[in-house]
């Protein structure tokens, strides 16, 4: 079992013949994942590496079933494409596009909750189950198949800590990164939700950042729900306030979003709370050799 997606999920790529969905295609495909159709307007009868592309969403559906649509489309018309796929039936959307605006990605939520379509994104990585298959853009040689389940914001620190791990031999069960904006729609919270109840996965990593009020609601969710060991690495604790750094969301005002109140939520609901990547790594073998 996995969460999100597993060897089964039937994807449609959005955006299929531009450099980031072409790319992205044949790294998918690689990866094991099942691509059955992409979408690009204009581009209809073409195929990138083998996969055939429409016109439509609606007319892929028509030739294929899917679950899964990632998209790879600019700004301006990630709305309509998100809609796109939520009006054809997909279960899940990873939307990797980043720099929509504000009202659109408020709209694509909406939407998207309206109609039961779970939504990561805007701005992620997505999600992958190491050595099965990914929608998303995670390197697939920085994992393995293992027994941690990793949360995080940022895809680049999602794919570090995949590596050190792997590094030392500890493997995960999924890696979900869900973007750093400061509006999304799947969540820390609900990512955790999915690992407490996988029997995959034995330990749970959140890899949170400063900024906003995620990591609080998720430590709220941990202490009243989660029976699985949690450990958590916040990023920025030096960060000055009032700035964005790297993500949009990474901006403290006042007292609210900053480190140390993340923190001191982390640690109220009982999570492990460490310091540096290589601190995180030997918490997390120090709990797998207790469950063994």
């Known amino acids: 079992m996995s969460i999100l997606i597993n060897k089964d999920t039937r994807v449609l790529v959005q955006g299929i013949t531009g450099k980031s969905g072409s790319l992205q295609t044949k790294a998918m495909l690689d990866a094991g994942t099942n691509i059955v159709a992409g979408v690009t307007p204009g581009k209809g ?6 996969v055939p592309v429409y016109n439509y ?5 028509r030739a294929h079933d899917f679950d899964a649509v990632i998209c790879f489309v600019p700004p301006k018309v990630a709305k309509d494409s998100c809609f796109e796929a939520i009006d054809a039936g997909a279960k899940l959307l990873v939307l990797t596009t980043e720099e929509i605006p504000m009202q659109d990605v408020v709209e694509i939520i ?27 853009a995670h390197p697939v040689r920085f994992f393995r198949k293992g027994k941690v389940g990793i949360v995080s914001k940022s895809g680049a620190l999602s794919y570090e ?11 995960q069960s999924a890696v979900v990164a869900i973007g750093g904006g400061p509006i999304w729609g799947f969540t820390q919270r609900d990512a955790i939700a999915l690992y407490e109840k996988d029997p995959d996965t034995e330990v749970i990593v959140l890899l ?10 998720a430590a709220a969710y ?16 030096n960060a000055p306030a009032g700035k964005s750094l790297g993500h949009a969301g990474a901006i ?20 492990y709370v460490v310091k540096s990547p ?3 790594v030997e918490q997390i073998s120090k709990l797998l050799k207790k469950g063994e």
């Open 45 to 50: 009868g073409q195929e990138v590496f083998g």
């Open 161 to 171: 800590i995949g590596k050190t791990l792997s590094d030392r031999g500890i493997g």
């Open 110 to 136: 909406a939407y998207a909750k309206a109609h039961g379509t779970t939504l990561i994104g805007p701005g992620c990585a997505g999600v992958i189950v190491p050595e099965v298959c990914k929608v998303g």
């Open 208 to 217: 949170g950042e400063i900024g906003g009020g995620s990591e609080e609601a």
């Open 222 to 237: 941990i202490k009243a729900n989660v029976t699985k060991p949690v450990v958590s690495l916040i990023v920025g604790r």
């Open 252 to 271: 403290v005002s006042g007292n609210v979003g900053t480190a140390a109140t993340k923190i001191a939520a982390l640690q109220d609901a009982g999570v």
């Open 57 to 61: 969403v609606a007319e892929a559906k």
């Open 278 to 280: 290589m601190e995180l």
